[in-house]
C-alpha cells in the first residue's frame, strides 16, 4: 500500500498551521472552563453564556456598552501623571508610566466620557484595572473631579464604574488627597441635585471603596465583584478568626446593607436608565 505512506521526507506543518479555527475565534470561560464563540461572548456584554461569570473588562468596553451606538466625547484624554515625589521602586515612576501606557494604550486609569444613553444625556467615568491595577492618583482624581465638573455644567447625571486596587503608592500623600477631593466634589452634585450613581466591579477597593465608591445616591455592583477596604488576609491576621464563607463578595455585601442592588451587565443600561427616570431629582 505505497500510496498510504509519505514517500518525500521532512514534510513538517508547523503547529500553528495545524489550527482549523483562526486565532481568538473561541473564549473560554476562566470561571466554568466551557467554550463559546468569541462574538457571542463580546454581544452577552462580555459575560459568560454558561455560568454568568463576568469578565473584567475596560473603559472601552463600557463606553461601548452603554453609549447609544457606543458614541461618546471623551474628556481631559491627554492628561498624564507627573512625578511629585520623584518615586522609584524597582523602577522609576515616570518610566513604569511610559510602559504601563505602551502595554495598554491608556494614559492613566480611568476615562471620562459624555454621550447619550437611552436618549439621555450622561457622563461616565470608568476605570481600567490594566493601568498599574486601576490604582488612584492624582490624575484619576482630577479627571473624575472634571466628569463631574461636566455633569454639574449640563445637569446631567453621572455615573462611576470603579475598577481598582486602591490608592497609587508612587504618588503616596497625593493619592490620599484624591479622596477627599472626590468626596467634595459628590457633595456639590448632590446640592445641585445632579444623581450620582457608584457601579462596583470587579474588583472595588481600598481608597476608592473608602471613597467615591461608596458615595453614590445609588450604590450598585455587578455580581460576584469583590469589594472591600483591605484584603481578606489582612483583615483575617488581624482579627485572628476565619471570615465568612462569600466575603467581600457583592451578594455578602449587599446583603449586609452596603449596596443598593446588583445588575447583571447585560441589563445595566437598561436598567441605569430605569432608574434615572425614576429619580429625577
Ligand atoms: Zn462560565
Given at each position: 500500500m505505497s500510496w498510504f505512506q509519505r514517500k518525500a521526507k521532512g514534510i513538517n506543518t508547523p503547529t500553528e498551521l495545524k489550527r482549523e479555527a483562526p486565532d481568538g475565534l473561541w473564549h473560554q470561560c476562566s470561571e466554568c472552563k466551557q467554550v463559546m464563540h468569541t462574538r457571542e461572548h463580546k454581544n452577552n456584554a462580555y459575560t459568560c453564556l454558561h455560568c454568568n461569570y463576568h469578565d473584567k473588562i475596560g473603559s472601552e468596553a463600557y463606553f461601548k456598552i452603554l453609549f447609544?451606538?457606543?458614541?461618546?466625547?471623551?474628556?481631559?484624554?491627554?492628561?498624564?501623571?507627573?512625578?511629585?515625589?520623584?518615586?522609584?521602586?524597582?523602577?522609576?515612576?515616570?518610566?513604569?508610566?511610559?510602559?504601563?501606557?505602551?502595554?495598554?494604550?491608556?494614559?492613566?486609569?480611568?476615562?471620562?466620557?459624555?454621550?447619550?444613553?437611552?436618549?439621555?444625556?450622561?457622563?461616565?467615568?470608568?476605570?481600567?484595572?490594566?493601568?498599574?491595577?486601576?490604582?488612584?492618583?492624582?490624575?484619576?482624581?482630577?479627571?473624575?473631579?472634571?466628569?463631574?465638573?461636566?455633569?454639574?455644567?449640563?445637569?446631567?447625571?453621572?455615573?462611576?464604574?470603579?475598577?481598582?486596587?486602591?490608592?497609587?503608592?508612587?504618588?503616596?500623600?497625593?493619592?490620599?488627597?484624591?479622596?477627599?477631593?472626590?468626596?467634595?466634589?459628590?457633595?456639590?452634585?448632590?446640592?445641585?441635585?445632579?444623581?450620582?450613581?457608584?457601579?462596583?466591579?470587579?474588583?472595588?477597593?481600598?481608597?476608592?471603596?473608602?471613597?467615591?465608591?461608596?458615595?453614590?445616591?445609588?450604590n450598585i455592583s455587578e455580581p460576584g465583584a469583590l469589594i472591600g477596604f483591605a484584603g481578606p488576609r489582612i483583615i483575617k491576621e488581624t482579627i485572628g478568626k476565619d471570615l465568612p464563607k462569600g466575603f467581600q463578595t457583592a451578594e455578602f455585601v449587599q446583603d449586609h446593607g452596603f449596596l443598593d442592588f446588583i445588575v447583571d451587565r447585560k441589563d445595566l443600561k437598561d436598567k441605569l436608565a430605569s432608574l434615572l427616570n425614576m429619580i429625577k431629582k
Open positions: 447609544d451606538e457606543g458614541e461618546y466625547q471623551e474628556l481631559d484624554s491627554e492628561m498624564r501623571s507627573a512625578d511629585p515625589l520623584e518615586f522609584v521602586d524597582t523602577k522609576a515612576y515616570p518610566e513604569r508610566i511610559v510602559t504601563t501606557e505602551k502595554k495598554s494604550g491608556l494614559k492613566d486609569a480611568v476615562r471620562t466620557a459624555h454621550g447619550n444613553m437611552h436618549g439621555k444625556k450622561i457622563t461616565i467615568s470608568c476605570m481600567d484595572f490594566g493601568f498599574i491595577g486601576g490604582s488612584m492618583g492624582s490624575v484619576v482624581g482630577e479627571k473624575i473631579a472634571r466628569g463631574m465638573d461636566h455633569a454639574l455644567k449640563t445637569k446631567t447625571p453621572f455615573l462611576m464604574i470603579s475598577k481598582s486596587g486602591g490608592a497609587r503608592m508612587m504618588e503616596a500623600g497625593y493619592s490620599l488627597m484624591q479622596m477627599a477631593k472626590t468626596s467634595a466634589k459628590i457633595a456639590q452634585l448632590d446640592e445641585a441635585k445632579v444623581p450620582y450613581i457608584s457601579l462596583m466591579t470587579d474588583p472595588t477597593t481600598g481608597g476608592v471603596t473608602a471613597s467615591f465608591a461608596m458615595l453614590g445616591d445609588f
